[in-house]
């Protein structure tokens, strides 16, 4: 049984900092891709940052200079800092892992954190 365990969100003031981390356990194969999404409410889950398995990174535009995703293979793990927050950066926040085993594609999602950037 794979699990994502995310942690980090929670509330900060406009030009804050988080650092979000998600861990992923149990039989998950060869991991591939990792990222975070977000959704706020009333609006569609977009995909916020991106890594590959060779360290390529993507991000979204609204981001980018403000957030970095980064990732640790040996612990299974993902992380996003997020400086210089926004209020619209308030969602709740979703771990992404693609694994592959059996050469079949698996997509692991984390529970959600939520982030609420308020003064």
């Known amino acids: 049984q794979v699990q994502l365990v995310e942690s980090g969100g929670g509330l900060v003031q406009p030009g804050g900092s988080l650092r979000l981390s998600c861990a992923a356990s149990g039989s998950i194969g060869s991991i591939s891709a990792m990222g975070w999404y977000r959704q706020a409410p009333g609006k569609q889950r977009e995909l916020v940052a991106s890594i590959s398995s060779g360290g390529s990174t993507n991000y979204v535009e609204s981001v980018k200079g403000r957030f970095t995703i980064s990732r640790d293979d040996a612990k299974n793990t993902v992380n996003l800092q997020m400086n210089s927050l926004k209020p619209e950066d308030m969602a709740v926040y979703y771990c992404?892992?693609?694994?592959?085993?059996?050469?079949?594609?698996?997509?692991?999602w984390g529970q959600g954190t939520q982030v609420t950037v308020s003064s």
């Open positions: 992404n892992v693609v694994a592959y085993g059996w050469r079949i594609k698996y997509d692991y």
